[in-house]
């Protein structure tokens, strides 16, 4: 089969891979669509952690859909046809956290296309507790989004959203789909802080009520003129970088929620009495989705026809076109990027 894997050192190539047979407890799936993550581009880059965990001739990609081609010894949650998504994450089952029911923070944690073969490829076998079923009415290109949004979906249900003034901060694929739940699910005002006009004008096309753009004048003072001076009830940081952070922090009521699932690569620099303590908010981390609830979640979205994340898919690659892929991403002018194989 034609898969893409991990070169030694930087870059990806197209590789003849086997097809894979599923093991037990396992499940073969026939990818239909794969969609492109920003970790993806980190690891085609050889950046650390990645250059160290991965080595040559491991195929890539860890956002799927397809339909369930065989089924290994054991394995009873899906039947052969069934149309899926995935969960990128693979918890172990049994350590304390998985135990006492956080399986998302699984002390044993691995993931699809990093510690075992993932789906830039025509199949991918995987254990079967990371696949969910899903309408097999849903267009694969929206199908397979279901791993990313679903980091948005937790993101966004961490904190009030029904009636209130919500900014995002960051305009990624995560930050637009994040915006698009908050719509679907009543908030007020959609806030949504981003740096470039592609970006933006996404982020209007799925529901932000006002755009920023941190580059053009002061972002506190916008937002605040845009809240009657209030602030907002609830800041969703999706960039992970210092200034969103502590603009964030400033544009935030008091008593209000900062819920964040970006990753800033270096340590951040906060006024932790006067915009933390003092003003008496909630710091929510967020990590990967809630299982099973984040997915019961999805499973609903998905199935609204109003909830449409269609906007956000702005590139589709054939799976041996994958440099092109990973230059869009790299350039940064785009949504989502989906290969099909
Ligand atoms: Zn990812
Ligand atoms: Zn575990």
């Known amino acids: 089969m034609r898969a893409i894997a991990k070169k030694e050192g930087i870059g990806f190539e197209v590789v003849d891979a086997k097809k894979p047979e599923p093991k037990k407890g396992e499940v073969l799936v026939k990818v239909n669509a794969a969609s492109v993550c920003g970790t993806d581009i980190h690891i085609y880059n050889n950046d650390a952690p990645w250059d160290t965990r991965i ?28 149309t899926v998504a995935n969960e990128s994450h693979i918890s172990c089952g049994k350590c304390p956290q998985c135990k006492a029911g956080r399986v998302h923070t699984c002390l044993n944690i691995k993931a699809v ?37 679903g980091n948005s979906v937790y993101t966004v249900s961490a904190g009030p959203v029904k009636g209130k003034a919500i900014a995002v901060f960051g305009l990624g694929p995560t930050g637009l789909f994040a915006i698009a739940v908050a719509k679907h699910w009543g908030a007020k005002k959609i806030i949504a802080v981003g740096g470039t006009k592609i970006h933006l004008d996404l982020a209007k096309k799925v529901g932000a009520d006002v755009l920023v753009d941190r580059h053009k004048g002061n972002v506190i003072e916008q937002i605040k003129e845009a809240t009657a001076g209030e602030g907002v009830d609830v800041v969703l940081e999706m960039a992970g970088a210092q200034a969103s952070i502590e603009q964030g922090l400033k544009v935030l009521k008091p008593g209000g929620q900062m819920t964040l699932l970006g990753l800033p690569a270096q340590k951040v620099n906060v006024d932790w009495s006067k915009d933390i303590v003092l003003k008496d908010i909630t710091i929510r981390g967020i990590y990967g989705r809630e299982i099973p609830k984040t997915w019961n979640q999805m499973k609903e979205l998905f199935a609204d026809k109003k909830f449409n994340l269609e906007p956000i898919v702005t590139h589709k690659f054939k799976l041996e076109d994958f440099e092109k892929a990973v230059q869009v991403m790299k350039e940064g002018n785009c949504g989502k990027v989906v290969l099909l194989p």
């Open 113 to 149: 296309g990093i510690d075992i073969n993932g789906s830039y490829a025509e199949y991918v076998s995987v254990p079967q507790h990371v696949l969910f079923k899903v309408s097999e009415k849903i267009p694969p290109h929206i199908a397979t989004l279901h791993e990313s949004c």
């Open 55 to 82: 080595a040559k001739g491991r195929i890539i990609g860890h956002e799927f859909t397809g339909v369930v081609e065989a089924i290994g010894e054991g394995a009873d949650r899906v039947k052969v046809g069934d």
